[in-house]
């Protein structure tokens, strides 16, 4: 499903395998122990965390086929996912996405939660699918979506014309950091950014508290922070779903 | 005054004659009515395109109508700013994309009216835009710049369109990211451009209510301001 590699201060997370990556209950249970695990690892306010995947994508969203045959998944995947996203939010160190893959709807999601964002230019696209299966789009992914898309007329166009976003395309509109010529290309530059922000030092838990202020509109909708609690004092805490 | 055409899959909302298309109560009524048409006829790959004939698109409200009532000026622009709330409702919940293309000059309401649409195009060769509310001295309604902050991303653009009372040619529309297209030399090359745009978009054959319902979340605080509902429940449509 996934696995933790740690080298030196950066943690590298993997979705494994060669599906999709779909983010049903299991996986998405998955990722969230193994980001509570890199969280409780004593080195982790001076480290990095990478997310990468094997294979031809990064994540394909929801398992739609799971949420047809139990409509009741459907809330569950979107608990999960919104806990998982908080905790990404909230976590005391930098993320980036080595996106070597296809990202589409959640699986799109997931990427844009990380801080940067570096992506294969040969393959692949990032995909908000859901005007052309016919999918409503929740509040808290649009949340996301306004706080990590600054124009207006690339936010017009993400979610609009459902464009398949390659990686050239997400560096002028602003969602991709950097493009890479290969996969591998793209997780050893992800290595090296990390090492660098390693270097920079810093205390991660002003980090992850600064984030969580950045991206406050998406906690209000993921974890019901009340937006009238000022962002400074209000420690936000990992309060998900217990599903 | 107005007209609605559907050819194809395409509905022409047309602004008609040679005069400055100013909003006033019956136009902003006929508006309105015509929206509600298109909405009710709509189907998978519908997609609405608005222009008008002469050298403007719209001039704004109908100033004249208001002075001409003397004491009751201020009365008038009130029920003139109030009614056309409705209009960029509409166009903002249109289950269709919507397209703009400015045949000439867009002011005040009338540029607000075109920047209600998804997609604005402009000429190259003439029509400007123009807030003119700064050179007039009248105030801003708060709808208005809400439309702005939401359609028009860097803060110098929303300065340049709502505090410099310049007339923004298309050339510098697009360049401040205020429009996406000023590439064409005539009202015809625009509409051929946004037909053509329309029709890809069309091929898509989108659910106009799921793309109204992403339109609306794109622009939550707009919405709120125009009284329309912004409701994601994507749970139990996953």
């Known amino acids: 499903m996934c696995s933790l590699e740690k080298r030196d201060r950066l943690f590298i997370l993997k979705l494994t395998g060669d599906g999709e990556h779909r983010l049903n209950p299991t996986l998405l249970d998955s990722l969230r122990s193994t980001i509570n695990k890199i969280r409780s690892d004593p080195s982790s306010s001076r480290s990095v965390l990478i997310t990468t995947s094997d294979g031809k994508f990064f994540s394909n969203g929801y398992d739609l086929a799971l949420a047809e045959s139990n409509p009741s998944l459907s809330v569950v995947m979107d608990a999960k996912l919104r806990s998982l996203i908080a905790d990404l939010i909230s976590l005391p160190m930098p993320t980036i996405a080595a996106v070597t893959g296809h990202a589409s709807a959640a699986g799109c999601i997931l990427a844009m939660s990380h801080d940067y964002v570096l992506m294969r230019r040969d393959r692949g696209f990032l995909y908000m699918s859901e005007l052309d299966i016919e999918l409503k789009v929740p509040a808290w992914f649009m949340a996301l979506i306004r706080v990590k898309i600054g124009s207006p007329a690339a936010r017009r166009d993400v979610m609009l014309t459902a464009a398949k976003v390659t990686a050239e395309m997400g560096v002028e509109m602003g969602i991709v950091d950097s493009a890479y010529d290969s996969a591998a290309e793209t997780v050893e530059a992800a290595v090296r950014l990390g090492e660098e922000i390693v270097m920079r030092g810093g205390d991660g838990h002003v980090y992850g508290k600064m984030r969580q202020t950045l991206l406050r509109e998406v906690l209000v909708h993921t974890i019901g922070l009340d937006e009238s609690a000022s962002s400074a004092s209000s420690g936000v805490r990992n309060t998900g779903s217990k599903l | ?238």
């Not at chain 2, 007209?3 to 019956?26: A, N, S």
């Not at chain 2, 902050?149 to 410099?164: D, P």
């Not at chain 2, 051929?192 to 793309?211: D, P, Q, R």
Request: negative net charge.
């Open chain 2, 1 to 238: 005054m107005c007209t609605l055409e559907k050819r194809g899959d395409l509905f022409h909302l047309t602004l008609t004659g040679d005069d400055e298309h100013r909003f006033h109560p019956d136009t902003i009524t006929s508006v309105l009515s015509l929206l509600e048409q298109a909405k009710s006829q709509s189907t998978k790959g519908s997609v609405l395109i608005t222009t008008g004939h002469g050298k403007f698109f719209s001039n704004g409200f109908d100033l004249a109508w208001a002075q001409s009532a003397g004491h009751g000026a201020i009365e008038r622009m009130h029920q003139m700013v109030k009614s056309f709330k409705p209009v960029l409702a509409a166009l903002l919940d249109l289950p269709m994309p919507t397209i703009a293309a400015l045949n000439g000059h867009a002011a005040a309401s009338g540029l607000m009216f075109a920047l209600s649409h998804d997609y604005v195009f402009m000429r190259k060769d003439r029509g400007v835009l123009y807030m003119s509310e700064v050179d007039i001295g009248l105030p801003v309604p708060d709808y208005f710049s809400a439309l702005v902050v939401a359609k028009v991303g860097s803060g110098i653009a929303r300065r340049e369109l709502l505090l410099s009372g310049k007339k923004l040619k298309g050339e510098d529309a697009v360049a401040l990211g205020i429009v996406d297209s000023a590439a064409h030399d005539s009202a015809e090359g625009v509409v051929e451009a946004t037909v053509s745009l329309g029709e890809s978009l069309a091929a898509k054959k989108w659910n106009g209510e799921v793309y109204a319902s992403i339109r609306r979340s794109l622009y939550p605080e707009l919405c709120r301001m125009l009284e329309l509902t912004v409701n994601n429940l994507a749970t139990h449509n996953l």
